[in-house]
């Protein structure tokens, strides 16, 4: 396994919160779509958009150092 996938996977399971994870990995390993993500959990699509993003900006700030 390539190092910097190692720390990608460390980053998600012991940096984002459990629903951060598990919108990142619907979003991007299951190809849901954020109307999907939302109608799923009973939530606005934007809402879901907000929390991808976070999770996205937070992984990017940790896989950087």
């Given at each position: 396994?390539?190092?910097s996938?190692v720390?990608?996977?460390?980053?998600?399971?012991?940096r984002?919160?459990p629903?951060?994870?598990?919108?990142?990995?619907?979003?991007?390993?299951?190809?849901?779509?954020?109307?999907?993500?939302?109608?799923?959990r009973?939530?606005?699509?934007?809402?879901v958009?907000?929390?991808?993003?976070r999770?996205e900006?937070?992984?990017?700030?940790?896989?950087k150092?």
């Amino acid at each position: 396994i390539m190092p910097s996938l190692v720390g990608s996977e460390m980053c998600i399971r012991d940096r984002l919160t459990p629903l951060q994870r598990e919108t990142l990995i619907a979003f991007y390993f299951q190809e849901q779509t954020l109307t999907q993500i939302a109608a799923d959990r009973g939530v606005n699509k934007s809402t879901v958009c907000r929390t991808l993003k976070r999770a996205e900006a937070k992984l990017r700030r940790y896989l950087k150092y």
